[in-house]
């Protein structure tokens, strides 16, 4: 492994790929934080959002998280009314965020039956 990294690899950061790898762990989640260091420059967000909203989600920019890793990052909250988000959705998010190398955070939430819980019949 390379430990002399110039200042422009610094910024690039740690070339994560497009998150893939871990895609399934993120579908099912109702709500998906993307957030974005103090001083950072992002683009696309405009783009982010009208492709979020257009699939019938909810964008808060910016926004308050408990997850967040400082005082000073900057959240953006995607959500579906408390719903599970649609796929696609969180497809594009976690994409999104993972070519812009920005930490982010998801919440799936304990469905009925899920811990092998068989429903109740009463």
Known sequence: MKR???RSEIRKGGGRGTGEDHLHE????SEFEIFIPPNKQ???YLDLKRVVEALGCEVEYPAHSRQSPGPRFSTIKITY????APPEVIRQAHQWAHHRNLLHSFFRPLLEGSR??????E
């Open 4 to 6: 002399n990294l110039t």
């Open 26 to 29: 993120v579908v099912g989640s």
């Open 42 to 44: 992002v683009k696309g």
């Open 81 to 84: 009314g408390g719903r599970v």
């Open 116 to 121: 092998g819980d068989a429903p109740s019949s």
